[in-house]
C-alpha cells in the first residue's frame, strides 16, 4: 500500500492514502462505514465505493490507473456523456426538498416495487416453462 501511496504522491487528481481507524481517523471511518480492516475505499468522496479486487501492487495500481482521479458529476459535467450532463444539471436546477423527495421516491420503488416486480418475472417465467 505505501508503494501505491507513493506512486501517486503528488497528483493532482487522484489520491492513495491511509486512515487509522484507531487513532485520528476514527471519525472519518465511521463516516464511511468501515467496520472491518484492512478497507479500501475509492470514487468521489460524497459517494465512496467498496473496493473487492486483487490486493497485489500490481492489481492496485492497474485499478488505480484507470479508476482514480475525477469522474462524471456536478463539478465536473464535461466528463459526463450528453445525458448524463442533462439529468445533473437538472437536478441541479431544482430545491433541496423537491430533490430529497425524488429521492425518496427512487428507494421507495427500488425497496418496495423492484421485489414485486422480481416475483412476477419468476411467476411468469415459471409458467412459461410448464406450457
Known amino acids: ?6 506512486e501517486f504522491r503528488g497528483s493532482p487528481t487522484s489520491l492513495v492514502a491511509d486512515v487509522d481507524c484507531t487513532a485520528d481517523g476514527k471519525s472519518l471511518c465511521e463516516k464511511f462505514s468501515i467496520g472491518g480492516y484492512p478497507s479500501i475505499k475509492y470514487g468521489d468522496p460524497a459517494e465512496m465505493k467498496d473496493y473487492n479486487g486483487g490486493r497485489t501492487f500490481d492489481d492496485l495500481k492497474k485499478f488505480a490507473e484507470e479508476n482514480l482521479g475525477p469522474t462524471c458529476g456536478p463539478t465536473n459535467l464535461d466528463l459526463c456523456d450528453e445525458d448524463v450532463r442533462k439529468k445533473i444539471e ?17 428507494i421507495r420503488v427500488f425497496e418496495e416495487e423492484v421485489p414485486v416486480m422480481k416475483k412476477v418475472l419468476a411467476h411468469n417465467k415459471k409458467a412459461k416453462e410448464e406450457l
Open 1 to 6: 500500500w505505501d508503494k501505491l501511496m507513493d
Open 90 to 106: 437538472g437536478y441541479m436546477q431544482m430545491s433541496a426538498d423537491r430533490l430529497e423527495g425524488k429521492v425518496r421516491n427512487a
